[in-house]
């Protein structure tokens, strides 16, 4: 096996990832290997910007995931494009060989359960009753509930006025159609291109969200769903507690362009922070790390967050918490993502010698050959 491993993406892939399976359009399966040097989970880890979200405990859960999800989505209203194609459209059955061998690896009868089910209801209830999949899964039921309108859609309903009213801005009445003035959702339903805006069920998507933000509370947008679900309710203090906790996640988590959430990132990279500026400024003021990403401009902001993990990193070291100091250096590089591709080799040398010394093994060796990607690749 080569020390320099293909499928390594180094730098947009976070170091503790190992890719086993590749879909048809350059995303991965991949393996995350945690503290504990074990492979706890299997993620899906999307090429075009290297967002990652859960897919199963185990291999054989993120194929039956990724085999079923047309079944799982089949009566969704929404207009939206997803983000993420599925493996293919037809392999629900038992032929698809990939999926025959998944189900060889789950609680008995659940196979024979899955194929009698009448519709994604049942098919869904199904693997949540065997908790599998159940991020990946609640993901899909927070978009069925929040049924967004596509942008290229609302662009198509507006006309001329589209350009004037900015794409922007049409994200944002996407993400919460609430938020569109009743001129213009007047235009939109009735207009010449006329669409019909489906209802949103911010209370079903408040449900679901709450339930990630328990199974995997490292997860942006468990967090930013329930905090603008909180938000629309009127439960401010709610929503900060909230959203405070997704600004501690990293932006690879927040499914923004699925959630629609993008409209709000710009100026704090993070739909979390600048929801936190805008419900209560002193709350940035507060805190060292929130400042520091609100204060820096858009083109550099990256580069000082990077900056500021290092430092804490060795403020951490010089308190001999090793531990402590391999999350910063790991937050250093997949936090908001660091600067130019050249910067990694840095940070990877740093998550591989505090990984070493706090004794995590697997994620040190893990580092190493990505380390080693990023030399052979790009001679950094």
């Not at 945690?34 to 706890?40: K, L, T």
């Not at 196979?111 to 209830?125: C, I, K, M, N, P």
């Not at 998507?205 to 309710?233: D, F, K, N």
């Not at 040398?349 to 790009?378: F, I, K, P």
């Amino acid at each position: 096996m080569t020390e320099a491993p293909e499928p390594i993406w180094p730098g947009l892939m976070s170091c503790d990832l190992i890719p086993l399976i590749e879909s048809t359009s350059g995303d991965w399966l991949c393996v995350r290997v945690d503290e504990n040097s074990v492979a706890s989970e299997v993620v899906q880890w999307y090429h075009g910007g290297g967002d990652w979200i859960p897919w199963g405990h185990d291999i054989a859960q993120a194929i039956i995931f990724d085999g079923l999800i047309d079944r799982i989505s089949s009566d969704s209203r929404r207009h939206a494009i997803p983000a993420v194609v599925p493996r293919s459209s037809d392999h629900g059955g038992r032929n698809d060989e990939l999926l025959d061998w998944a189900f060889g690896h789950i609680p008995e009868g659940l196979a024979e359960s899955l194929e009698t089910a009448r519709d994604s209801q049942q098919v869904t209830a199904c693997l949540l009753n065997a908790q599998i999949a159940e991020v990946a899964i609640h993901c899909e039921l927070v978009l069925k509930s929040l049924c967004f309108p596509s942008v290229e859609s609302l662009q198509l309903a507006m006309g001329q006025e589209a350009d004037a009213i900015g794409r922007n801005q049409l994200t944002q009445w996407a993400f919460d159609t609430a938020r569109i003035p009743e001129k213009y959702r007047q235009q939109i339903e009735f207009g010449e291109h006329g669409m019909k805006l489906l209802e949103q069920d911010w209370k079903s998507a408040q449900v679901h969200a709450e339930v990630v933000t328990t199974l995997a509370p490292q997860l942006a947008w468990g967090w930013e769903i329930l905090g603008y679900s909180q938000e629309r309710a009127g439960h401010r203090d709610l929503a900060i507690q909230a959203y405070c906790k997704a600004a501690q996640c990293s932006v690879f988590t927040d499914q923004s362009v699925r959630m629609n959430t993008h409209w709000a990132t710009e100026d704090a990279s993070k739909f979390s922070i600048e929801r936190i500026r805008q419900l209560d400024e002193t709350m940035i003021e507060k805190s060292d790390y929130l400042s520091t990403v609100t204060k820096a401009t858009e083109a550099d902001r990256r580069t000082v967050v990077t900056e500021y993990w290092k430092k804490k990193a060795v403020e951490h070291l010089e308190a001999e918490d090793v531990a402590a100091a391999l999350e910063c250096y790991m937050a250093a590089g997949w936090d908001l993502g660091a600067g130019p591709i050249t910067v990694y080799g840095d940070i990877l040398e740093r998550v591989h010698e505090t990984a070493s010394q706090c004794g995590q093994r697997a994620r040190a060796e893990l580092a190493a050959t990505h380390r080693r990607c990023l030399l052979e690749r790009y001679g950094i």
